[in-house]
């Protein structure tokens, strides 16, 4: 156990941590995003799939408890590497180097604090219900039409989609980094995976959104 802690205490520990689990994040997005887009199908569909991933409950809570654990530790390597990176800077800094250098990192902390908010709020949206108007337990389909028929609502979570995208896209670029895929011949099809990926995921649930906001879904 020593050597996880000694590991986790190094720079390439946090990144590899921050990885790991961003790559865990993502490949929930993704079923995540493939199951709700069933509220285009019909009730009945995304329903059935909600009480499908109910089943088991060790199933669930193994789930539960894995991205929960997952979602403290990336936070909590996030902000290590940020004092890391501010107490090693030097005063002379180039100003329009430490610009450039920071617009990204600062993007990626202040969208990561924003998607920290919003799933704190989703979960009480949608999975606790008591941040919801009229919440059920088993209908799943009437939650998210009756959930994004009020407007702020729906803006809110169309501006964390909006993070959503710019993290994903900056995130599973420098996983691979970090993991280790990082060649002038990869680069290229990293660079069209991260694009594809952070474009097609909050597309997906922003169609949702606009879906009950324009009537398609009701
Ligand atoms: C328009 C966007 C989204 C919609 C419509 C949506 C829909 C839902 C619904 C309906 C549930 C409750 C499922 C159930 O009770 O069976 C849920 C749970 C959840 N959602 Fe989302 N979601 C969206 C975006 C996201 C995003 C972007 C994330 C993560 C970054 C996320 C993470 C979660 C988590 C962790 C749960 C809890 C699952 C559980 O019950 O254990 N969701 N979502």
């Given at each position: 156990m020593q050597w996880i802690r000694r590991f986790y205490a190094s720079t390439i520990g946090k990144k590899v941590v921050m990885a790991v689990t961003g790559l865990l994040f993502t490949g929930f997005v993704v079923g995540h995003v493939s199951g709700n887009l069933l509220v285009y199908k019909s009730p009945q569909a995304l329903n059935a799939y909600a009480a499908f991933l109910k089943g088991s409950a060790v199933v669930l809570w193994g789930v539960r408890l894995t991205l929960l654990a997952s979602v403290a530790l990336h936070a909590h390597a996030a902000y290590s590497l940020t004092l890391v990176s501010r107490r090693a800077r030097?005063?002379?800094?180039d100003q329009l180097d430490r610009q450039a250098g920071t617009w990204s990192a600062r993007t990626m902390r202040w969208g990561g604090v924003l998607l920290l908010v919003f799933i704190v709020y989703h979960l009480l949206h949608?999975?606790?219900?008591?941040?919801?108007p009229s919440f059920s337990h088993t209908d799943v389909y009437t939650n998210v039409v009756t959930g994004f028929s009020v407007p702020a609502v729906a803006v809110f979570y169309i501006v964390a989609m909006l993070a959503l995208a710019i993290h994903l896209h900056h995130g599973v670029w420098s996983l691979f980094q970090t993991l280790g895929i990082n060649h002038p011949h990869t680069n290229r099809l990293r660079r069209v995976f991260a694009t594809l990926l952070a474009g097609l995921v909050p597309l997906g649930f922003v169609a949702i959104v606009l879906g009950v906001v324009l009537g398609w879904v009701h």
């Open positions: 030097p005063e002379s800094y949608f999975t606790v219900g008591s941040v919801h």
